[in-house]
């Protein structure tokens, strides 16, 4: 098993562009989640979702979406980025009884 | 709503010597409770959780963490490092029923040296 795949792993970009962070998942895991990483604020839920079809905010979702069109897949898109975007994004999936997250390895993006 | 404390955002330690890293949590219901370790350019990895029962949990790698209900309390200690456990950790909580939706502390980077 790959477990959590994150491409890609690092990205700059310009303000006011969009973008698509990838997260795959090969553990037929039902939940799956975004976190953004800043310094010293821990990790923040950006949006999650419970299965194919169903997607729900978190802490910090404004200027994110999602979708969740198989169980495997779970992207994050960047509507129009901003300066304060800038972060570690990590995409984590768990079943939806189970306790423990799996978390991919991250994505650092920049936006200038 | 939950949340969680990590008191100390940085702990420096020397090697073979005892850490305790400090993590308070608020909630009105009942909750679950979590270590997680995050090695440097890597993601988060779990390292123990409680979830109920025995109050004392503990890691494969000689972490352990106990329960405390009245000081909701869930510190993580070690009687003796190594340099290998240099890492950022983080305390995460959830409410019992919604076990994959977590909410963390800021982290802790535990600092091992020689």
């Known amino acids: 098993n790959a477990g959590v795949t994150q491409t890609p792993k690092f990205q700059v970009l310009k303000t006011g562009q969009s973008m698509t962070l990838q997260c795959a998942q090969d553990?037929?895991?039902?939940?799956m989640s975004w976190y953004r990483q800043d310094p010293g604020m821990g990790l923040r839920l950006i949006h999650y979702?419970?299965?194919?079809?169903?997607?729900d905010q978190g802490e910090v979702p404004n200027g994110y979406n999602v979708s969740r069109s198989t169980t495997e897949d779970f992207p994050l898109r960047l509507l129009s980025a901003a300066p304060s975007q800038t972060s570690v994004y990590f995409c984590a999936s768990s079943r939806i009884t189970g306790f423990e997250q799996y978390f991919g390895p991250g994505t650092r993006l920049t936006v200038t | 709503a939950q949340s969680v404390t990590q008191l100390d955002s940085q702990v420096p330690v020397f090697e073979e010597a005892p850490v305790e890293l400090r993590c308070n949590y608020s909630s009105s219901v009942s909750v679950y409770l979590f270590w997680y370790v995050q090695y440097p350019n890597q993601g988060l990895q779990l390292l123990l959780k409680y979830l109920s029962g025995s109050t004392l949990v503990e890691s494969i790698n000689g972490f352990e963490a106990e329960f405390n209900k009245s000081q909701t309390s869930f510190h993580l200690r070690k009687p003796s490092v190594h340099i290998s456990d240099t890492a950022e950790y983080f305390c995460?909580?959830?409410?019992?029923?919604?076990?994959?939706?977590?909410?963390f502390g800021t982290g802790t980077r535990l600092q091992v040296t020689l």
């Open positions: 979702s419970v299965g194919a079809g169903i997607t």
């Open positions: 995460a909580v959830t409410i019992t029923g919604t076990a994959s939706k977590l909410t």
């Open positions: 553990m037929n895991h039902e939940y």
